[in-house]
């Protein structure tokens, strides 16, 4: 049986770690909860992930994904009315740390598009 519900999203799947004398250890402390904890991962697709003008269904594709496993990056949120029903401030503050910048660069360094 083909189609896209018979199979898994992410059938591939690759945990990494930067080095232990990678330089920015320098200066940085490792936010994994171990040495031998992964810190990225790069996850395989059988279909199209990205930003596309219209439907690309008419190619096959196999797409790659780097996910940052233990980001320490911290980002809020914030209550700006007592309506339970108002919308929140969501500050992600994605990529906001010198480690988890380099999560991300090693990961499409690794990862080719």
Do not use: Y
């Amino acid at each position: 049986m083909l189609g896209p519900l018979s199979n898994a999203i992410g059938q591939t799947a690759v945990f990494l770690r930067l080095a232990e004398d990678d330089p920015i250890w320098s200066k940085n402390k490792d936010p994994s909860p171990g040495l031998r904890s992964p810190q990225f991962e790069h996850l395989g697709v059988d279909g199209f992930i990205g930003a596309h003008d219209g439907d690309p269904s008419d190619a096959c594709f196999f797409s790659m994904a780097s996910l940052t496993l233990t980001p320490s990056s911290v980002g809020s949120v914030r209550l700006l009315s007592k309506d339970w029903n108002a919308q929140p401030f969501i500050n992600q503050n994605s990529l906001s740390t010198e480690v988890d910048m380099r999560f991300a660069i090693e990961g499409e360094c690794v990862c080719p598009g």
